[in-house]
């Protein structure tokens, strides 16, 4: 749907707002759950979800974006070549720089949602923190990947998407590792901070590079490229906390994020290859010529 309302020039700023609210939901959902179960009643997140769930179908129903223009089908264009601008999500799967860039969101995700399966349960053990302290440190993992993804957002409309993307891999693939071997609670939320606004950099340009790789088909299959997106981020999503799951005892949370770290630093190399052979093609559709 962005795709189709927002033009090149403007996607990453408008997909890097999403990004960071998708962080922030994903990250706050569960620390209100818990505030909202202790202070008020095991069924009030339920009446608050529903609120929400009562909000954004109303917005589906009511808000109608504008949308862009599509280009016209050449007269002159073939139905193979039409077929050829369509391509199946098998094809687009085996194209190089779309596993890149979705391998590159599903460690992001991954990473995620394995702190945030040991984050709470680390911070207890190691500072001794109750439900509401844990919530507010949590914060040093939301508001700067909120922040750095509308500003990454906003980078990915001018600069390379493909040294954007590297830049931000390789800020952030040792800050997992530094992090597991914090044991003071500042240097921790600092870190931390760093951590969210380094994935936050890494991962803003993907989005706008996915629709980028099919305009230069000179196709529209925006949301065939997406679904594909959304196969690799929630692969993370599932992926991450059934990694954090083989990681037990006193030291799970330092364990996990060392192995989280070094997957990330090994990928780095592999992601260098496609940014040499994809950084600098155009951002726009082709145009097809008879």
């Known amino acids: 749907m962005l795709a189709d309302t927002f033009p090149a020039s403007q996607l990453g700023w408008a997909m890097g707002i ?10 706050v959902g569960p620390l209100m ?20 769930a009562a909000i954004d179908f109303a917005g589906r129903l009511f808000v109608k974006p504008k949308k862009l223009e599509q280009d016209p089908v050449d007269a002159c264009e073939t139905a193979s070549e039409r077929q050829s601008r369509d391509p199946s999500i098998l094809h687009l799967f085996s194209h190089q720089d779309v596993a890149a860039v979705g391998v590159l969101m599903a460690l992001s995700a991954a990473s995620f949602a394995a702190i945030e399966t040991l984050l709470a349960l680390h911070l207890e053990r190691r500072f001794k923190m109750d439900s509401l302290q844990i919530s507010l440190v949590m914060l040093a993992f939301i508001l700067p990947s909120v922040v750095f993804s509308i500003i990454a957002g906003m980078w990915a409309d001018v600069f390379d998407h493909w040294t954007l993307m590297l830049t931000g891999l390789i800020l952030h693939a040792p800050s997992a590792l530094v992090l597991a071997f914090t044991n003071s609670l500042i240097p921790f939320i600092g870190i931390a ?5 380094t994935s936050a ?23 065939k490229i997406y679904a594909i997106t959304n196969i690799f981020y929630a692969a993370g999503m599932l992926g991450g906390p059934i990694f954090a799951f083989f990681f037990s005892g006193e030291h799970s949370f330092r364990n996990c994020l060392i192995a989280v770290s070094l997957i990330t630093i090994g990928f780095i190399p592999f992601f260098i290859l496609a940014a040499k052979k994809y950084s600098g093609l155009p951002t726009t559709r082709r145009e097809h010529e008879c």
Do not use: H, K, Q, W
């Open 18 to 27: 999403v990004f960071g609210v998708n962080t922030f939901g994903y990250f």
């Open 33 to 52: 759950g818990g505030v909202l179960t202790r202070y008020f009643s095991l069924d009030t997140p339920f009446y608050i979800c529903t609120g929400f």
């Open 193 to 197: 901070c760093y951590y969210a606004a």
């Open 201 to 223: 950099i890494m991962t803003a340009a993907s989005m706008p590079e996915m629709g980028a790789i099919i305009d230069r088909m000179g196709s529209s299959s925006y949301a």
